[in-house]
Each structure stands twice: as structure tokens, then as C-alpha cells.
């Protein structure tokens, strides 16, 4: 039963890492209006690209994560069961 659990979470297409990140933008984008009423002037505008940066850098590594799991996944695939005996 937890392993049926355990997979919900877990992100196995690109579709649906673009609504992660998409979900984890639109978090970022509120959280630095935040910062810009909190904190008026440069900090704030600093503020405000350190949280839309940290989604751009969270959805690359999202996405690259997908590609090498793909590619270990084919990789498992290509290797004969018997170990190439």
C-alpha cells in the first residue's frame, strides 16, 4: 500500500515535471511580490529574481533528472538478461 502512495509522487514525464514547475513558479512569483512590498528598492527587486531564479534552476535539475533516468531506463533495457553470456 505505501509503495501505490509512494509513486504519486514520484515525476515520471516531462508533462508532468512542467506542471511541477509550473506549480513551484507560480509559488516563487508570489513569494517575491512579498519581498518587494516587504523590502521596497533593490533588495526587494534582488530579492524577488534570488526566487525565480531558484525555480529556473530547480526546473533544469527537474528536467535533466527525467532525461538520465530515461536513459538508464534504456539502458537497463538494451543489456541482455543473461549478462552477455
Excluded at 505505501?2 to 512569483?29: C, D, H, N, S, W
Excluded at 524577488?48 to 531506463?73: H, N, P, S, W
Amino acid at each position: 500500500m505505501l509503495g501505490k502512495i509512494g509513486r504519486l509522487f514520484v515525476i515520471k514525464t516531462r508533462i508532468e515535471a512542467f506542471m511541477i514547475i509550473y506549480a513551484l513558479a507560480l509559488g516563487g512569483t508570489a513569494r517575491g511580490a512579498h519581498y518587494l512590498e516587504q523590502y521596497p528598492g533593490t533588495g526587494g527587486k534582488l530579492l524577488f529574481l534570488a526566487t525565480t531564479g531558484a525555480v529556473f534552476m530547480a526546473g533544469a535539475k527537474i528536467l535533466d533528472c527525467l532525461r538520465y533516468e530515461q536513459a538508464e531506463r534504456d539502458a537497463r533495457k538494451s543489456v541482455p538478461e543473461d549478462g552477455g553470456k
